[in-house]
């Protein structure tokens, strides 16, 4: 069996910075120096695009944060969103077991295709999710806006918020006695979002929840 290559990582020591694990890239395995790049949105896990980067358009990823490929066909470096401002703002950097692909985790600031679509394979990045509604809970807190409901828990603090959920749960409970459908499923929503808001205050995931329960299942 092929040995697993270690992999190293390195945390970049700014908070709101990305984060690259790896890395030794091997660009010597391709005659032409450019090496596959998976585009995964940092929060829906959507693939979003493929594109291809050569040691120096990776350097100046890794510096300025923005997803810059090696165009092919302008045979030049190409920031993704230098004509559209439609940029790909990195999260993470990974390169692969043979150190020959690199993935990296984003966020659009817009479409990522050129025919507008969300992605290259046109399928659908805008959907709901509780991964999606986590991110937006992390962004409210970590930059706090004066209009935001969340920003304004999280200033409030960790008992407010613990409060809060106590409240929501109380109401979730009442609500369980009458048949009111859109009344039962709306505390529902309540209780679930200032869960999520709770984990987010004390440095949670639902990841780590979701870790726990799969523990207990085996
Ligand atoms: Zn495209």
Not at 40 to 68: P, R, Y
Request: proline letters at 3%.
């Amino acid at each position: 069996m092929k040995g697993v290559t270690p992999v190293k990582l390195i945390r970049i020591p700014k908070a709101d910075k990305h984060k690259i694990i790896c890395m030794n890239p091997d660009f010597s395995k391709y005659t032409d120096g450019l090496m596959p790049v998976i585009i995964q949105d940092s929060i829906s896990n959507k693939v979003l695009m493929l594109g291809f980067m050569n040691e120096e358009s990776l350097a100046k990823t890794n510096t300025d944060g923005k997803v810059t490929f090696f165009s092919r066909s302008k045979q030049r470096l190409w920031t993704k969103g230098e004509t559209s401002n439609n940029f790909l703002l990195v999260k993470e950097i990974i390169v692969d077991c043979d150190n020959d692909t690199l993935l990296i985790k984003a966020s659009p600031t817009g479409p990522v295709c050129h025919t507008g679509a969300d992605t290259c394979f046109n399928e659908n990045n805008s959907s709901f999710s509780l991964e999606k509604l986590e991110g937006i809970i992390a962004d409210r807190k970590n930059n706090p806006s004066a209009s935001s409901y969340t920003s304004s828990l999280f200033a409030k603090g960790i008992n407010k918020i613990a409060q809060k959920v106590g409240e929501e749960a109380v109401e979730l409970v009442i609500e369980s006695k009458d048949d009111n459908k859109e009344k039962f499923l709306s505390e529902a929503a309540d209780l679930l979002y200032h869960y999520l808001v709770l984990l987010q205050a004390k440095n949670y995931k639902l990841q780590d929840v979701i870790n726990v329960l799969a523990q207990r299942h085996k």
